[in-house]
């Protein structure tokens, strides 16, 4: 789950709902503060870009003229990359290996389409575009935004356009809240609706995901009990939004070994 607004405010601001999600069984992914400075750094590529083509604007023939904007341009794209770089380098450190930044062009590409890239705001239509990542590439099982009462980049405009994304693509579940200092037993009532279905798709990736490997729940908790898959930090590679499912079709090959051994273990005991 994202907190697309005030992901960095746990407290009564956003009535705890990270602290209340965890508490209801769910698992929070916080959107990162570096992907708003790649889309920051994006911002300045797109509009460096567009400025560049502009007609006798500032002062020339040509927009930018006087400027170097190949320069900036170059100058944009290695602080994307050094703050790439930086970010993977310490997650690799901490254990998270499977985790990755988000592809800002992918992202400007895919809400193009719904939400104008040149709408700003917020966080203009990275809003709209990871709603559908989230659900073409099957990353979580809802998205939550978070913001305040009166918010007009997203609570005038890219809510309205989540209507139509939901309607799209029905497998989406998105819930917009609205901190307004007040009325938390509302919001903690909505959220709570909203997670029942979450909680049935997780509860459906988990079980095919069991079918397609055939082994059973039972196997699965001897599997885990073993020391080298306990590590609060690990992550298993990306097949749905589950990730208990990932664990299943990510350690496929040690649940064939382990199948094999417990079987045998069966046996000898007959």
Known sequence: ????WAMTTEGDGNYELQR???NEGAEVEVQSVTAWILY????GRYDTLKRMSLRRADSGKH???GKNPHMLLRMLCLADRILRVMFQTYARVIGMHQYHLPDMEEIAKIAHDHYNNQLRGGEGHMEVGKLILNVKKRKVNMTISVKPFGCMPSSGV???VQSLITEKYPDAIFLPIETTGDGAINVYSRVQMMLFKAKQTAQKEFEEALMKKGITAKHLQKLKSRSKFIHPLRTSRHFVACTAANFIYDTRGFMNRFSVRTNCEELQGV
């Open 1 to 4: 789950m994202y907190f697309i």
């Open 20 to 22: 209340f999600l965890e």
């Open 40 to 43: 920051l750094l994006w911002a």
């Open 63 to 65: 927009g930018l003229q």
């Open 158 to 160: 890219s809510d309205g």
